[in-house]
């Protein structure tokens, strides 16, 4: 695992951005997986600067909330137009249907369009419960797309995008652990001390479900951007 330590989120979106360009540049960037998240928007903010070409890339998106359409300001679908799609345009981008009828199949017709499509990176945020995309503790290392249910810590920490906490969905699709797993490339990005006890087990604990990031200890090229210096 190459980690690199930063003083400021600025400073990580540029490094960030830095591993972006030299896979695009390089003709290795087809298949680009996207995170949402506080952590990810000094990243879209700063590749919406530069004047790298996207529009031989498809993006797919790791999560979406059930019952959110597109249009609901808290989507992530929404989020995405808000923070990167409105600015740079992409071959095709993809993000499951939080709002689909047959949730089921909806996760299906996903996996799918990710098998067609390997990721060759992806972007990555950690929650502090060590969660990714919305892969809660206890999620199979084999999962594929699935629905999950939303555990208490998730709906606290991602209540304040939220009017109240009641209006936080408690269910969501999302990636499972094999589907970010098979990405060539991974780059996870993690700031400030509340998420000090998922890097202290990304970097030092037993791999285990119960706290699914560790899983990226068995990946074989991941970066960890993150200000805390301490860690590893
Ligand atoms: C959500 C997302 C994750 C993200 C996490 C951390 O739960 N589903 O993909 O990594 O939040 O969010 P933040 O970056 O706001 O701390």
Do not use: W
Request: net charge negative; glycine share 6%.
């Amino acid at each position: 695992m190459n980690v690199i330590t930063v003083k400021t989120k600025e400073e990580a979106a540029k490094k960030a951005v830095e591993i972006i360009e030299d896979v695009l540049n390089r003709g290795d960037l087809k298949s680009f997986g996207l995170a949402t998240g506080g952590t990810m928007e000094p990243v879209y903010k700063e590749l919406s600067k530069t004047d790298l070409d996207f529009s031989h890339v498809t993006a797919f998106n790791l999560d979406e909330y059930v019952g959110l359409t597109a249009e609901h300001p808290n989507s992530y679908a929404y989020y995405m137009k808000e923070k990167l799609f409105n600015q740079k345009v992409f071959e095709n981008t993809y993000i499951p249907n939080g709002s689909a009828e047959d949730l089921k199949a909806e996760c299906n017709r996903y996996e799918q369009l990710l098998s067609d499509h390997p990721l060759d990176l992806q972007l990555l945020g950690v929650g502090e419960n060590g969660h990714i995309a919305f892969n809660e503790p206890g999620t199979p290392f084999t999962s594929n797309t699935h629905v999950t249910n939303l555990t208490q810590s998730t709906i606290d920490a991602n209540s304040p995008y939220f009017e109240n906490k009641d209006a936080v969905p408690t269910k969501a699709l999302t990636m499972g652990i094999s589907s970010i797993l098979r990405a060539r490339k991974i780059i996870l990005l993690a700031f400030g001390e509340k998420k000090r006890e998922a890097l202290n087990q990304l970097f030092k604990g037993t791999v285990t479900e119960e706290c699914p990031v560790t899983i990226l200890q068995n990946h074989p090229d991941v970066t960890v951007i993150t200000d805390l210096n301490d860690l590893s």
